[in-house]
């Protein structure tokens, strides 16, 4: 079956400029999680989705990144105004209802941010 | 704020040696899991641990769970090329806020 789908693979921006990343997740998992990773470094969370509950933002590093989920599937990051600081690998993952640390979460191959 | 440390950060080391990386933590966690990550992939789960004193073998991976639930330990025995990669613990505490957060990761290198 498809696995996590994330878009683009890689996305080269200007400082200032407006970014969306999306993230197709395995359909049937309500939970679904953001996290950011630097070179070479371990995850960072940025937020979580659970099924209709309130995200979880509080891995969200400044107001100028926000997520949403629509009709519990595709999720989108947005930030706006980049800076050199967000060139990152985002990275998105689900898992089951329910599965919270107990099923695996399964990641796409992240978008690969740069800000020039 | 929970946090997970790794260590060590870089491991490098002859095929056929053992080695063991640890994950600590001054919170208890609900569960643990290892993931490996390989460049330009997602993190892949190797391992869930969910009982205090768990100890869990994945064919030369042993995975152990501490008795309190607040670190863990891979150790894998005649390391080989193939086990080369970044390796991350991640912890859950369900019923708390639920989020699975993770460690920094060990970059393990086996070199042939």
């Known amino acids: 079956g498809a696995g996590v789908s994330q878009s683009p693979s890689n996305k080269v921006t200007e400082k200032g400029k407006d970014v969306e990343l999306r993230c197709d997740p395995i359909?049937?998992?309500?939970?679904l999680y953001w996290y950011r990773q630097s070179l070479g470094q371990g995850l960072e969370f940025l937020i979580y989705?659970?099924?209709?509950?309130?995200?979880?933002k509080s891995g969200l590093p400044s107001d100028r990144f926000s997520a949403e989920r629509t009709g519990g599937s595709v999720s989108t990051l947005t930030i706006q105004r980049t800076q050199q600081e967000d060139s990152a690998v985002y990275l998105c993952?689900?898992?089951?209802?329910?599965?919270?640390?107990?099923?695996?979460?399964?990641f796409g191959n992240g978008t690969r941010l740069t800000v020039t | 704020t929970q946090l997970l440390e790794q260590s060590p950060q870089f491991l490098s080391i002859q095929e056929g040696e053992n080695l063991t990386v640890y994950c600590n933590s001054s919170?208890?966690?609900?569960?643990l899991q290892w993931y490996r990550q390989e460049p330009g992939e997602g993190p892949v789960l190797l391992v869930t641990?969910?009982?205090?004193?768990e100890v869990k073998k994945l064919k030369r991976l042993t995975f152990q769970f501490g008795d309190a639930r607040k670190d863990s330990s891979l150790h894998i025995t005649a390391a080989q090329p193939g086990d080369t990669g970044l390796y991350l613990c991640?912890?859950?505490?369900?019923?708390?806020?639920?989020?699975?957060?993770f460690g920094k990761g060990t970059r393990l290198h086996i070199l042939p």
């Open positions: 991640a912890g859950a505490n369900t019923g708390r806020d639920d989020k699975i957060i």
């Open positions: 641990v969910v009982t205090g004193g």
């Open positions: 989705f659970q099924g209709n509950s309130a995200p979880d």
């Open positions: 919170s208890v966690f609900s569960s």
């Open positions: 359909s049937g998992h309500t939970a």
């Open positions: 993952a689900s898992t089951p209802a329910g599965g919270q640390g107990i099923s695996p979460l399964h």
